[in-house]
């Protein structure tokens, strides 16, 4: 807009705001109970669709695959084999001073896999990390001191 | 597809890291006039606008289309696949057509990410929140979880992504939509530091604004107007658990199965039995170079085995079929736009109308959009000919 | 050319509140699955799905990557409209009219227990002009009352009663919420019972190319201006235009429509879409709303509300009243011809109408 009652100079507003509201999120029987689970035995559960037979881990209320209800909750092992992952590098708000590490591992008897931090790998040398973990490299499952019912109760450390 | 129809005009604004003076109404005029123009024709042919917005957290503003794209007096709504908005858009638009509702469609994609002074927690809170979210998720490392598992089972190395977003740098010199290009070296990239290994900062796209806008016409509408006929448009949804993806029957998490499956039955509408050899052009957004090998062999460009060695010969240029001659999602990456732009810019090649990134002899390009968790995926071709 | 005639074959809807035995995709899962045993339909048969969902509503930034699969999206085309559940309706019926899908999911869902839809109402407004006010999404229906008011002046008695047969319809209504949910700050004039009543509600229907008992007569969209102090919030006209392009469609009047569905965040907009529609003569909106035994049997806003499920919600009535399946709320003589209006944020910028006719 070319207009001759206009200043060329005129200063550029920028209008401040946020974007915070409060939710409840409620998890539901199933995740509940997988939580319960985690903080109460200490254990992972699955549920298992009864008609492609997979063993979805965390468990789930139904099948994304076959639409269909799970029938069953089964535990898996608390080993498992780190299929991907990324180690975070770089800051950025609201996420955990890098560098950290993410993962998705299926546990042993699981037909899925989980995300989750994997924790104790050396991180002082990013690219030496990286290419360690391209391995598929076993891993355990480590249980925090003081579990809340929430995914972050645990964590991955390779064996 | 029922109906004949065919892209008869696209606008687009500059792209750039945040257009400041300029409201988002008025981004949107400039590439919605541009793309009338280009198609000549009036608003009032127009039945039909559909926006493409992706999540409203990062304009900041709800229902920031209502304002800015919904014209009075013409049916209007909004799609919203996140980053293949732009894409889900345009077929909604064909749907419309293919119909018999109206004989135009006016689809219009608008960015204002700069609005988000803090964009990750923004991708951070796409994720589910009972299981996932906590894990401090992004979408970038989504892209990185993916290009770990292409280094384990295709061999692709930090090298090669380096000197393919080098590539890709070199040609957003050429693309005028771009407002500062970045040139850098495979070098560059590799020095530019690890945001989320394997993925260096210099080959993720840049925080983008701007609007795109194309019409779509019905073949009794096209006349004599330039065209780039859609003799194939697909699309495709997939479960969000990415832990389930890993390694299914269908195929691997990088193998993206839904952009196979979508790409292959739009290569059936358009009579396309060999896309290595018949196609000329693709544009596959991908807004880091990683997850741009990704797409070669779900577009059935090369072999699944062969994507390092394909990659090697688009950055020695020894490829038969131009890929992203537009530069992609690398050099420019309007989340809310960015699909719909891979499709504008098949359109302005087949139509001769790229100006200076103008490839020779494009008669047969395909545009390819990824949304969510790499989980939406939409696959159109477009040619010259309408059949 | 003819498009393909598009057949409705079963509606499914849940209504509650704060029911922590389920997550939001629990629900919806659970309401699509009744949807396609109402329709003796299998997921496996299905090849469109298209959802309307809202980020902000569903507190999750991008709401269809993570809900789309609980309504059966796995390796289907699936499309999310970001607007009213009526245009995901619409849009289902054009690719089934394209020729593009047989078997289609419609599904709608708003959980206002989770989250604060008032709130986010908010961040709707003009951040440079209108934000500021501190406006909110009801607070449109308050000017468009008292718009009304300055117009016609005080309509007496008729208020009361549109709002006392709204609420007894709404009561009878087996699709309605029982329990307390949550009240919203109603600006002058709105009286709280005008009000919505926030729920958490998903809304799923099958639709395809087989024929069945109810079929979809005609569609119409139409969009008013921007701003809501630019538009004529008394008339609505968009709301107008939506029902005649629906009409148009279906080649007949308003008047071979048996039953109006209608929805408004507030009695004022259920009532003042009957001026706009030419059922009641201007100034009496509300005296007709409350003697009209053929507008919102189940009680409208009153009954559930949540953005963005409730044109869908108003289609599942309809299709109830046309195949004798509404229960308590069923009309004597059950409809030949019924007519569903949905409309968008912000004063119901965008209007949807839809007429469902029994085949």
Not at chain 1, 45 to 56: E, I, P, Q, V
Request: glycine share 10%; aromatic share 6%.
């Amino acid at each position: 807009m070319k207009d001759v009652h206009m200043p060329n100079d005129v200063e550029l507003i920028t209008i401040p705001g946020n974007w915070n509201f409060d939710y409840r999120y409620f998890a539901g029987e199933t995740a509940s109970r997988f939580f319960a689970e985690l903080k109460n035995s200490r254990r992972i559960m699955g549920t298992r669709c009864g008609k492609c037979r997979r063993l979805l881990v965390p468990a789930r209320t139904f099948c994304e695959a076959c639409y269909v209800e799970t029938v069953s909750w089964e535990p898996v092992g608390e080993e498992g084999t780190l299929e991907v992952f990324t180690i975070v590098a770089a800051a950025f708000p609201g996420m955990p001073p890098p560098p950290f590490v993410i993962g998705y591992v299926t546990l042993d008897g699981a037909d899925t896999s989980i995300a989750n931090f994997i924790k104790g790998v050396d991180l002082s040398d990013i690219h030496a990390a990286g290419k360690s973990l391209l391995s598929r490299p076993r891993v355990r499952t480590v249980f925090s001191a003081e579990v809340q019912g929430r995914i972050t109760d645990f964590h991955f450390e390779l064996i | 597809m029922s109906r004949r129809a065919a892209v008869v005009g696209v606008g687009q604004t500059q792209y750039r890291r945040r257009h400041s003076g300029r409201n988002t109404a008025e981004l949107v005029r400039e590439a919605v006039t541009a793309a009338l123009t280009d198609a000549q024709m009036d608003l009032d042919a127009i039945g039909l606008v559909v926006g493409g917005v992706a999540p409203d957290a990062l304009a900041g503003i709800d229902h920031v289309d209502m304002g800015s794209i919904a014209r009075p007096g013409i049916p209007y709504f909004r799609v919203n696949t996140g980053g293949a908005t732009g894409s889900s858009a345009f077929l909604a638009g064909l749907t419309w057509i293919a119909a018999g509702r109206c004989d135009a469609v006016l689809v219009v994609a608008v960015e204002r990410m700069g609005h988000a002074v803090t964009a990750p927690k923004v991708f951070n809170s796409i994720f589910d929140p009972i299981y996932e979210r906590d894990i401090s998720l992004s979408t970038l490392s989504m892209v990185a979880l993916r290009a770990t598992m292409m280094i384990q089972k295709y061999g692709y190395t930090l090298e090669q992504w380096a000197h393919l977003a080098a590539r890709n740098s070199e040609l957003s010199l050429l693309n005028d939509t771009l407002e500062s290009p970045r040139r850098f070296s495979a070098g560059d990239v590799l020095s530019s530091g690890v945001i989320s290994w394997p993925i260096h900062k210099l080959e993720i796209g840049p925080v983008s604004e701007g609007a795109c806008a194309m019409v779509i016409a019905a073949e009794n509408r096209v006349g004599s107007r330039p065209a780039a006929w859609i003799r194939g448009a697909s699309g495709l949804s997939d479960t969000y658990e990415m832990g389930s993806r890993i390694s299914r029957a269908e195929g691997a998490l990088v193998d993206v199965v839904t952009l196979r499956r979508c790409a292959a039955q739009a290569y059936r509408d358009a009579g396309v039995v060999d896309p290595a050899k018949e196609v000329d052009m693709v544009e596959i957004h991908a807004a880091c170079a990683s997850s741009e090998s990704m797409g070669y062999a779900p577009l059935g460009i090369c072999a699944p085995a062969d994507g390092p060695r394909f990659l090697d010969s688009i950055v020695d240029g020894t490829a038969r079929i131009a890929v992203n001659p537009s530069a992609g999602a690398q050099a420019a990456n309007p989340v809310s736009a960015t699909a719909m732009i891979r499709i504008a810019e098949c359109a302005l090649q087949i139509r001769g109308r790229a100006g200076r990134r103008q490839v020779d002899g494009i008669r047969l390009a395909v545009a390819t959009g990824q949304g969510g968790a790499t989980q939406f995926s939409t696959a159109v071709v477009l040619g010259a000919e309408p059949s | 050319m003819n498009a393909r005639p598009v057949y409705l074959h079963g509606a499914a809807t849940s209504v509650g509140w704060g029911d922590s035995r389920r997550s939001l995709t629990d629900m919806i899962f659970a309401t699509v699955t009744d949807a396609l045993r109402q329709s003796d339909a299998h997921m496996d048969a299905v090849d469109s799905v298209v959802i309307a969902a809202h980020d902000l509503i569903d507190g999750r930034s991008l709401s269809s990557m993570v809900t789309a699969p609980a309504a059966g999206s796995y390796l289907k085309d699936e499309m999310r409209v970001d607007e009213d559940g009526l245009v995901a309706a619409s849009f289902a019926a054009a690719r089934i009219e394209a020729g593009e899908a047989r078997l289609s999911v419609v599904a709608a869902w708003g959980r206002a227990s989770e989250g604060a839809p008032d709130s986010v109402s908010r961040v709707g407004f003009d951040p440079a002009f209108e934000k500021p006010l501190g406006l909110q999404e009801l607070d449109i229906s308050a000017v468009r009352l008292s718009a009304w008011l300055a117009r016609y002046g005080d309509p007496g008695d008729s208020r009361a009663a549109a709002t006392a047969a709204r609420s007894m319809r709404a009561g009878r209504s087996p699709r309605a919420l029982r329990v307390p949910s949550r009240d919203s700050v109603l600006a002058y004039p709105l009286r709280q019972a005008e009000g919505p009543k926030w729920a958490d509600i998903v809304v799923a229907m099958i639709i395809g190319a087989a024929p069945s008992p109810v079929r979809v007569g005609g569609v119409g969209h139409a969009t008013d201006l921007p701003r809501p102090g630019e538009r004529d919030l008394v008339g609505m006209p968009a709301l107008r235009q939506s029902a005649e392009m629906a009409l148009r469609g279906s080649a007949r009047g308003i008047d071979s429509i048996d039953l109006f569905e209608i929805d408004g965040m507030t009695l004022v907009e259920e009532a003042l879409a009957l001026e706009s529609l030419g059922l009641a003569a201007p100034g009496h909106a509300f005296e007709h709303y409350a003697l009209a035994e053929n507008v919102n049997r189940a009680g409208g806003s009153a009954a559930a509300w949540c953005y963005p499920a409730m044109g869908l919600m108003r289609l599942a009535e309809c299709f109830h009243q046309l195949s004798g399946t509404a229960g308590a709320t069923q009309l004597d003589t059950a409809p030949r011809r019924a007519m569903a209006i949905g409309s968008s944020p912000l004063g119901a910028q965008t209007h949807t109408a839809v007429v469902l006719e029994r085949a």
